[in-house]
Each structure stands twice: as structure tokens, then as C-alpha cells.
């Protein structure tokens, strides 16, 4: 049997779902599906037969590519005035703050919605890749490409629910454009090993946008949350990172609606939490990760969980820069609502 993500990664449960290998493989042999944990793993249409080991190299738990650090440190030690800290790699600038147009309707403070939109209005790049919410009760969230602010604004949100990027890396490959793609730290890493590779990836994904991760869930955990919540129908949307005037930013609520119209809400401390911080639902191959700040991204955002933030229900977002033209659009862009900040406090 030759050697592939399923015979390497998956079969030892390791796979973290990204979708990658699927959206490489020379003979389109791979494809994404649900397993019975509610995770996203990669399948083979049929048995390897060429053997080539590009979806092991593009493979971010396969320990066949670089790993973050070397990979952060080939894309980003050479900047000026660069600096570096084990806990989150290389950095250039770091900041705290919220967009006020954003503040309510994003996750945190905004400022990863604000400084998508400015990519596009100030034409730096022409689509972005982000998660969005769908209407397919088996997969209620999947990377979607934008084109305008206007949809990059009716995307904001988080989204702790499985999604792969098989598609959208495929339509990177075959439109031509300059993309941004915002992921989690293991996606983000996947997409610079896809880059060494691949010179159209390297080419049009002109800009990484990480997001700070403790751990990745599974389908189970939203099934397990709207269940604690008292949904009883056919959950059709979920809304992850409600914000209650009455409660502070960390504790927010998850808002499930069923087919039939019924609406169910749940905060942090009433139940989300026991789930999350004791690790259930997390796929296995987040015990195996270290990289929580995005290492490889060329921004990464995050919430200020910090007392003189969180206490806000309105949210703030700390924002951790390591290119240089991320940190001119900041800087052109910040209004006063978004200033630097110690990297001790990040």
C-alpha cells in the first residue's frame, strides 16, 4: 500500500480536516467527509497508485514539511525592526482596540472585519477567503470567497463548527486574483506549505489573516451546546458569539435556530464552558499542536481577554502584526479606536 494522508495521518487520527491535500492531489484521488466524531477527514476515491507524497507534504500534522517555526522564520526574520517570542513567533507590532462600525455584530472588537474590508477598498486584494454560515443542516458553515465589503461585513463572526478548504483552494488555483485567506493556525500553516509548493498559491494568496485557537470542536460539540440549550428540532443556523449588555464580553451566548422557527440561547457560563475548557468534542490532533498565535500568518487577531477589556460586552480585539503592509493599513486605518499595546499584555 502506498503512502498518503489516509494510510499516514488519518488511519493514525491525526487529521485535522483542513482540506489541503484534497484540493492538491495531482490525481484528485482525495476527497473530505464527516467521520463518525463529526470531524472532517480526508478519503481516498481509490488506493493511491502514484505515490508521489505531496498531500503528506502539504499536510500540516504529517511531519513531513517545515513545521511553524521554520516556516515563520523563512517568511518573516528578514523584516525590519522584527521581533521574536517563543509563545507567538515573530512579530512587528501589536495593538488593542475595536472598530466601532463592526463592534456589535463581530466576535470581538471588530477589527478583523474593519481590516478585511480595507484590503478590498483599498484594493490590495480582490476576494477574500472566509467562514460563512449556510443553509445545508449537514455542514451549517464553509469557507466562502467575498468579493465586496458589503459581504465581508455580513460574514463577521466565529465559527466553532468543522470546515474544510478543498474548494476554495481549487478556485484560488484556477481564477486568477489576489486572495486573502483568514483560518485558524493549523489552516494557515497548511496554506504556506501548499505555497512552497504550488506557485500559483504563492502567487495569488497575497495575505494571511490568523485567528488565535486554543483547540478545534467538532459538529458533536454544536449538537451537544443546542441540545444543553433545550433545541429539540432540526438546527438550521447558529450564531457562536453573542454579546448581552447585561454580561461581560467572556461571558457571551450561542443563539440556535430550528427549521420551524424556534430560537434557543445559551451564555458561557451556563454550560459552554464545562465543554470547552475540558476538551470535549476537540479533535485529536489539537493535542499535538503548540501553535496558538498563527505563527505563519501575516496578521493574527484575538480577543483581549484581559480585565480592563472584558469587561465591556461590546468586546475588544488584540491584534498581533508581522508584515509590514498589515501594519501600514493599521496605522493609516486606526482612528484612534485601535492603539499599540505591550507584547507582554498579548
Same mark, same amino acid.
Given at each position: 500500500?502506498?503512502?498518503?494522508?489516509?494510510?499516514?495521518? /488519518?488511519?493514525?487520527?491525526?487529521?485535522?480536516?483542513?482540506?489541503?491535500?484534497?484540493? @492538491?492531489?495531482? *490525481?484528485?484521488? @482525495?476527497?473530505?467527509?464527516?467521520?463518525?466524531?463529526?470531524?472532517? $477527514?480526508?478519503?481516498?476515491? *481509490?488506493?493511491?497508485? +502514484?505515490?508521489?507524497?505531496?498531500?503528506?507534504? %502539504?499536510?500540516?500534522?504529517?511531519?513531513?514539511?517545515?513545521?511553524?517555526?521554520?516556516?515563520?522564520?523563512?517568511? &518573516?526574520?528578514? %523584516?525590519?525592526?522584527?521581533?521574536?517570542? *517563543?509563545?507567538?513567533? #515573530?512579530?512587528?507590532?501589536?495593538?488593542?482596540? &475595536?472598530? !466601532?462600525? #463592526?463592534?456589535? +455584530?463581530?466576535?470581538?472588537?471588530?477589527?478583523? =472585519?474593519?481590516?478585511?474590508?480595507?484590503? @478590498?477598498?483599498?484594493? %490590495?486584494?480582490?476576494?477574500?477567503?472566509?467562514? +460563512?454560515?449556510? $443553509?445545508?443542516?449537514?455542514?451549517?458553515?464553509?469557507? +466562502?470567497?467575498?468579493?465586496?465589503? !458589503?459581504?465581508?461585513?455580513?460574514?463577521?463572526?466565529?465559527?466553532? #463548527?468543522? %470546515?474544510?478548504?478543498? !474548494?476554495?483552494?481549487?478556485? /484560488?488555483? !484556477?481564477?486568477?486574483?489576489? #486572495?486573502?485567506?483568514?483560518?485558524?493556525?493549523?489552516?494557515?500553516?497548511?496554506?504556506?506549505?501548499? *505555497?512552497?509548493?504550488? =506557485?500559483?498559491?504563492r502567487d495569488r494568496i497575497v495575505v494571511t489573516v490568523g485567528l488565535v485557537c486554543g483547540q478545534m470542536k467538532s459538529k458533536h460539540f454544536t449538537d451537544y451546546i443546542a441540545a444543553l440549550a433545550g433545541v429539540q428540532g432540526q438546527l438550521i443556523n447558529v450564531r457562536y458569539r453573542c454579546k448581552s449588555q447585561d454580561r461581560p464580553a467572556s461571558d457571551f451566548y450561542f443563539n440556535f435556530t430550528t427549521s420551524d422557527g424556534e430560537e434557543r440561547r445559551i451564555h458561557w457560563n451556563d454550560g459552554i464552558a464545562e465543554a470547552w475548557t475540558n476538551r470535549w468534542f476537540s479533535p485529536c490532533a489539537c493535542n499535538y499542536c503548540d501553535d496558538i498565535f498563527a505563527e505563519c500568518a501575516d496578521v493574527t487577531f484575538m480577543d483581549a481577554w484581559l480585565p480592563e477589556y472584558s469587561a465591556d460586552y461590546r468586546g475588544t480585539s488584540l491584534v498581533l502584526v508581522r508584515s509590514l503592509l498589515v501594519q501600514e493599513l493599521i496605522e493609516q486605518g486606526q482612528g484612534g479606536e485601535i492603539k499599540p499595546v505591550s507584547i507582554e499584555r498579548v
Open positions: 500500500m502506498n503512502s498518503s494522508v489516509v494510510t499516514r495521518v /488519518v488511519k493514525e487520527d491525526i487529521c485535522i480536516g483542513c482540506g489541503t491535500c484534497a484540493a @492538491l492531489c495531482p *490525481q484528485g484521488n @482525495l476527497e473530505m467527509a464527516w467521520n463518525r466524531f463529526g470531524e472532517y $477527514n480526508a478519503t481516498e476515491s *481509490q488506493p493511491c497508485m +502514484t505515490d508521489c507524497g505531496l498531500c503528506l507534504k %502539504v499536510c500540516p500534522f504529517s511531519g513531513e514539511g517545515d513545521n511553524e517555526d521554520a516556516i515563520g522564520k523563512h517568511l &518573516y526574520s528578514d %523584516v525590519p525592526d522584527i521581533h521574536h517570542r *517563543q509563545e507567538i513567533g #515573530y512579530f512587528l507590532s501589536t495593538y488593542v482596540g &475595536y472598530s !466601532e462600525d #463592526y463592534r456589535l +455584530t463581530s466576535a470581538s472588537g471588530g477589527a478583523a =472585519t474593519w481590516f478585511l474590508e480595507s484590503l @478590498l477598498s483599498n484594493g %490590495v486584494v480582490d476576494h477574500v477567503i472566509c467562514v +460563512t454560515s449556510t $443553509n445545508d443542516r449537514n455542514k451549517l458553515f464553509i469557507f +466562502t470567497i467575498f468579493n465586496t465589503p !458589503e459581504e465581508v461585513r455580513n460574514g463577521a463572526g466565529s465559527a466553532y #463548527y468543522p %470546515v474544510e478548504m478543498s !474548494e476554495v483552494i481549487k478556485h /484560488v488555483l !484556477e481564477v486568477p486574483g489576489r #486572495y486573502a485567506i483568514t483560518g485558524l493556525p493549523c489552516f494557515i500553516k497548511a496554506v504556506r506549505l501548499a *505555497q512552497s509548493k504550488n =506557485t500559483k498559491l
